[in-house]
């Protein structure tokens, strides 16, 4: 939805710009101005070495200084835009930026903290040509506002004030009834911050029918901590709380929450570090049937941190100079798939020489137990790779060292499974039962027909190792082609 992409943009500029400026020694009206000018001289140099695709340009106007307090507004504009955003090129942001200096700012003191600090700071939206759909889905009032406090040991504290708003397009409307975040850290936020708030009451609704997502809360918490100028570290953590799913006043399924989780910390050597992306269902209710709880994960382990700065800011520098040598290839999405595809196997082959390992866990838990897949991959360094020239395996063999995929189904936790769709279903206690029953039985049947499991009272198993054109299937050895030749059984 491209108006509330704007709006998270609006967001995160109101967040990075204003810890970056309340940084300085901002005591008193006279001091403010310079530093003002120094940061939007350095953040468009900044832009500029970047040779950013946005191409943006920070500058301010308006400034007006005292003792106590300094207002001025502060402008970004997208020379190039942002087209995934519906952000034209050309057009800005502005914003309304009013500083209380210390030691006791004067709306500090106006809600009751009488603790010294450096500086207190309100960042709002100004409502112009870009913003004003934002401005349209909140009823006329700023969709976002920000109380920064800086201290002077440095640490900062903002808090963002976002005003109830109901967001649409041309099929989906995104509604909510406001919320708040929080956002403390030192010196700046952008490398060291802990964030939490959360939006209240949501609701998603789709033109062409009658279903309705409805949502008590989202909550967010993110901490984020810089080990070093390549390496920053920490984890942010998204739940949609309470979900209803309803269609014509019945609800079709509930969900205590949706969760998404994304973590980034230190290898065990400490040079390295490990990516993990997960994605969680909590406690999935039909007709008032439970039928269990869910995740699913991408993990990657061992990358090199400097590889993977290299990979963003080369890639999407070199990307945006292609564009700028040759506009005509934003329109032309073979030409520009080319030119990425090459870009990207530039860098990933630097991504190769730390060895990564890939990781794809899933896993469904009702009250009888669990059921998991796993997939698991040893990438190669190219250089050090061993492998047989001219064999079915040897692109294979030059890019993976080993890869394994398992699959455990306990048969009591797959037949409750079943037993509760069925009940969901409307059926009864004993039909739900006995079917569930006989679906297990032919699925495994089918399974063990094609000799894709391995079975025993407790367990469905499947099990799959390979390395350097050897494979183990279910605990019997055999070469890859014997592998390839079993696969080729079922195919037409």
């Known amino acids: 939805m491209i108006v509330m992409k704007k709006s998270v943009v609006a967001a995160g500029v109101v967040v990075a710009l204003g810890a970056c400026w309340i940084g300085g020694a901002w005591y008193t009206g006279k001091q403010i101005e310079p530093n003002v000018t120094d940061f939007v001289s350095s953040f468009n140099q900044a832009s500029k070495a970047k040779s950013s695709q946005m191409g943006m340009t920070l500058s301010y106007k308006d400034f007006s200084g005292g003792l106590l307090s300094s207002h001025f507004q502060v402008v970004l504009t997208f020379e190039h835009g942002i087209e995934a955003s519906g952000i034209k090129a050309g057009q800005n942001i502005a914003f309304n930026v009013d500083v209380d200096h210390g030691p006791f700012p004067l709306s500090s003191l106006a809600k009751g903290s009488f603790a010294p600090a450096m500086a207190a700071m309100n960042v709002s939206l100004v409502n112009g040509e870009m913003t004003k759909p934002l401005f349209d889905a909140s009823k006329g009032h700023s969709p976002i506002d920000a109380n920064i406090r800086a201290s002077y040991d440095k640490t900062i504290a903002t808090q963002i004030v976002v005003a109830p708003a109901s967001y649409s397009d041309t099929k989906t409307t995104f509604a909510f009834e406001g919320g708040e975040f929080n956002v403390s850290g030192e010196n700046s936020l952008l490398t060291d911050a802990q964030i939490n708030g959360q939006l209240k009451n949501i609701v998603i609704s789709q033109d062409n029918n009658d279903v309705k997502l409805y ?27 309470n979900i209803r799913v309803n269609s014509r006043g019945k609800d079709l399924i509930q969900i205590n929450a949706l969760t998404g989780t994304g973590a980034l910390a230190l290898s065990s050597d400490k040079k390295h570090i490990n990516y993990t992306q997960e994605y969680g269902i909590r406690d999935l209710i039909r007709e008032k049937q439970n039928l269990g709880s869910g995740k699913i994960a991408l993990v990657l382990e061992n990358l090199d941190p400097v590889a993977i700065r290299e990979l963003f800011t080369n890639y999407n520098a070199e990307l945006s100079k292609a564009i700028v040598a040759n506009p005509a290839l934003g329109k032309d999405e073979d030409a520009m798939g080319e030119i990425s595809l090459k870009l990207l196997m530039k860098y990933i082959a630097n991504i190769q020489k730390s060895e990564p390992v890939i990781k794809f866990p899933i896993s469904w838990k009702n009250e009888k137990g669990e059921m998991t897949a796993n997939i698991n991959i040893a990438i190669a360094d190219p250089v050090k790779a061993k492998f047989t020239p001219g064999t079915l395996t040897e692109s294979v063999d030059q890019n993976v060292k080993t890869m394994t995929a398992n699959v455990m189904l306990p048969l009591d936790v797959f037949t409750y499974t079943a037993k509760q769709i069925k009940l969901a279903e409307g059926k009864d206690d004993a039909a739900a039962q006995k079917q569930a029953e006989k679906d297990v039985k032919n699925a495994i049947t089918v399974g063990k027909m094609m000799d894709l499991i391995s079975v025993d009272d407790k367990a469905a198993k499947l099990d799959f190792e390979y390395q350097q054109g050897k494979v183990v299937f279910n605990g019997k050895e055999m070469t890859a082609e014997e592998f390839m030749a079993r696969g080729g059984r079922f195919l037409p």
């Open 215 to 241: 949502s008590d809360s989202m909550t967010v918490t993110s901490t984020a901590n810089k080990v070093d100028d390549n390496i920053t570290v920490g984890h942010a953590d998204v739940s949609l709380n």
